[in-house]
T-cell receptor
Framework: DVKVTQSSRYLVKRTGEKVFLECVQD?????MFWYRQDPGLGLRLIYF???????EKGDIPEGYSVSREKKERFSLILESASTNQTSMYLC????????????FGNGTRLTVT | GQNIDQPTEMTATEGAIVQINCTYQ??????LFWYQQHAGEAPTFLSY??LDGLEEKGRFSSFLSRSKGYSYLLLKELQMKDSASYLC??????????WGAGTKLIIKP
């Protein structure tokens, strides 16, 4: 079974802090994604990566950056957390191939106070 | 703009059948996915349709009409564990996934 593991289930951070969200997958997937999920909205793509050291902006990259130094690990960084970044963050991975389904982690619920 | 519409919430009875609709307006179409998400858990893949018609997978079936920009997920013999949100997502012409807001399905005994 594919496993996508996110390092934290819940995080509480203060405004202005630098926040790291880590994601690791164990199925040798090429593609990795970071989404945020807010009530009443569809999943919104923040950043994605199709290969090591490669990153592409999604729909809402402002205020975020990412790092993919190893194939299995994709990190999301909030350089200076703000209250409007309070959300559920979901990491996902998939094989390359346009119709490959996404495998999601259980999510990190981040609260910025 | 691109848009995926799903009902926000539906209620059904254990043992019954429910149909969750999804309509889409996207720039191009390269397939439609359905995912299930239990409260507090990760979304999990249910189905993928790229050709018109019905795909059956046990108690769950998914239908697609590309000409109408329409899909539905059909759940039969509902069980309490089917209480979850169901997410519809379309692959557009750039192979980017466009997500609906999800339909929360409540199953009553």
């Amino acid at each position: 079974d594919v496993k996508v593991t996110q390092s934290s289930r819940y995080l509480v951070k203060r405004t202005g802090e630098k926040v790291f969200l880590e994601c690791v997958q164990d199925m040798d997937h090429e593609n990795m994604f970071w989404y945020r999920q807010d009530p009443g909205l569809g999943l919104r793509l923040i950043y994605f990566s199709y290969d090591v050291k490669m990153k592409e902006k999604g729909d809402i990259p402002e205020g975020y950056s990412v790092s993919r130094e190893k194939k299995e690990r994709f990190s999301l960084i909030l350089e200076s957390a703000s209250t409007n970044q309070t959300s559920m963050y979901l990491c996902a991975s998939s094989f390359s191939g346009d119709n490959s389904p996404l495998h999601f982690g259980n999510g990190t619920r981040l609260t910025v106070t | 703009g691109q848009n995926i519409d799903q009902p926000t919430e539906m209620t059904a009875t254990e043992g019954a059948i429910v149909q969750i609709n999804c309509t889409y307006q996207t720039s191009g179409f390269n397939g439609l996915f359905w995912y299930q998400q239990h409260a507090g858990e990760a979304p999990t893949f249910l189905s993928y349709n790229v050709l018109d018609g019905l795909e059956e997978k046990g108690r769950f079936s998914s239908f697609l009409s590309r000409s109408k920009g329409y899909s539905y997920l059909l759940l039969k013999e509902l069980q309490m564990k089917d209480s979850a949100s169901y997410l519809c997502a379309v692959l557009d012409s750039n192979y980017q996934l466009i997500w609906g807001a999800g339909t929360k399905l409540i199953i009553k005994p």
